[in-house]
C-alpha cells in the first residue's frame, strides 16, 4: 500500500520547486497527522501540496472493497489503495 505520485514529484520537492501553500497545509495539518521519522520531508510537503485538487480519497469496509474497485475501471479511472483504517483519532502515515 503505498500513495502513487506522478515521476520526479519527490525530486521537485526536494529542490523546494513547490507552491508555498504545501508548507501551510503541512504545518496545519501537523495537528491531526502523524508521519514516521522514516517519511522524509520531501514526501510529506508532496502529500500536501495545494495543487492536487483533481484527487479524491475515498473508504468503504474492507468486505466492499472490490465495490469502487470495479465501478473505476468501469469508468477507465485510475485508483490505488493506499491505507487502512482503524480505530483511533487522527492519522499515521508510514513508510512503505
Not at 36 to 65: H, K, W, Y
Amino acid at each position: 500500500e503505498y500513495v502513487p505520485v506522478w515521476p520526479d514529484t519527490v525530486r521537485f520537492a526536494e529542490a523546494e520547486m513547490i507552491p508555498g501553500g504545501a508548507y501551510r497545509n503541512l504545518n496545519h495539518l501537523r495537528q491531526v497527522v502523524v508521519f514516521d521519522n522514516q517519511v522524509p520531508e520531501s514526501l510529506r510537503i508532496v502529500f500536501c501540496d495545494p495543487q492536487t485538487s483533481g484527487g479524491m480519497l475515498m473508504a468503504c469496509p474492507l468486505e466492499r472493497a472490490g465495490m469502487p474497485e470495479g465501478l473505476l475501471e468501469t469508468a477507465g479511472q485510475d485508483y490505488a489503495i493506499i491505507g487502512r483504517l482503524k480505530e483511533g483519532r487522527g492519522i499515521r502515515v508510514l513508510p512503505n
